[in-house]
């Protein structure tokens, strides 16, 4: 990923180098070319274009430095801005106070939730939690059994009771919520203190999917709500993070896929217009290809 837009903008840097000082028309054509190499790897036009501005008045209007020269100090501007489009400062994620805290996952089928579900389960593990995976994905047939296969790899156990079991809570009648809220029970009974709620995709953003969703929020009120895209799906990113964030009005997104070729554009939209921060990243289907998202990292990731 960002491999071809890492490699356009290293050549446009290179024009630059060895000049004294920047005119106008050399700030110009390096702008030009930045907004090109941005919308070639499928960054959202608006955002690339108020990326280009924001890079041209600050170029224009550079302090001169000392240390740096303007090849130099173009480089750091890009990268700042960077930092900028892709959230800023890493956010980490929001614990509760008292009981569990209650992470839920919303997105498109196929866009890597169960997947995640279990890094992030493995990860919280990893940093000295105690967290419990509930499967209220009822709607993919075999999405109950996907979780279970994913928390044995993990080593974290999954809450997934059968439709038209008894639970020790509440009848579950193959309704998500109820299974959602059940979870929840079941974690603070067995002072689990961190329960993520696996929820169900739809291949396409709709009503009724969204609906479910905030049913479901509303009826386990979670800490986080994260919102998984999938980082190969181009310019559809935006229309889709856009529709969730309207819908369920997510607290942060996770990028998936990032390792693959994909040009990467989407996942440097999708920040900055929906303004919800990037929590994490999925790098691969082993359950360790996970990482916390650092805006500053990635940006350096692209301009090394
Ligand atoms: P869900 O429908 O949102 O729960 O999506 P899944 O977790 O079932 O993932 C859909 C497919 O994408 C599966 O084949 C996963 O193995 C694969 N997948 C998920 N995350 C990643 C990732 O980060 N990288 C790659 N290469 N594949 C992934």
Request: aromatic share 4%.
């Amino acid at each position: 990923m960002f491999n071809s837009l890492s490699d356009r903008l290293s050549a446009t840097f290179k024009n630059l180098r060895g000049k004294g000082r920047l005119s106008e028309a050399d700030v110009d054509g390096t702008v030009r070319e930045i907004r090109r190499a941005l919308l070639d790897a499928d960054v959202a036009v608006p955002v690339a274009r108020d990326f280009a501005a924001a890079v041209k008045e600050r170029a224009l209007g550079a302090e001169v430095s000392e240390a740096l020269n303007p090849a130099q100090q173009v480089v750091k501007i890009v990268n700042e801005e960077l930092v900028s489009i892709l959230g800023g400062q890493t956010r980490r994620l929001q614990f509760a106070k008292v009981g569990p805290t209650v992470i839920m996952l919303a997105g498109l089928q196929g866009a890597g939730k169960t997947t995640l579900a279990g890094k992030l389960a493995k990860w919280l593990a990893s940093e000295g939690h105690t967290p419990l995976l509930v499967a209220a994905d009822l709607q993919r047939p075999n999405a109950v059994t996907q979780l279970k296969v994913v928390g044995e790899r993990a080593g974290v156990p999954v809450y997934a009771p059968h439709p038209g079991v008894q639970s020790d809570f509440e009848e579950v009648t193959g309704n998500p919520v109820v299974v959602a809220r059940n979870g929840v029970s079941e974690a603070r009974q067995k002072q689990h203190d961190v329960v993520i709620v696996d929820t169900a995709g739809r291949l396409g953003v709709d009503e009724a999917l969204m609906q479910q969703a905030r049913d479901i929020r509303d009826a386990i009120r979670p800490q986080e709500i994260l919102f998984v895209i999938d980082a190969m799906i181009g310019q559809d990113a935006v229309n889709t993070a856009n529709a969730f964030n309207e819908g369920v009005d997510f607290t942060g997104v996770v990028l998936s896929k990032l390792d693959g070729d994909a040009r990467g554009g989407a996942a440097l939209s999708v920040a900055s217009v929906t303004g919800k921060p990037i929590m994490f990243a999925s790098t691969g289907e082993n359950v360790n290809d996970f990482e916390v998202f650092h805006p500053d990292r990635m940006a350096g990731r692209i301009l090394d």
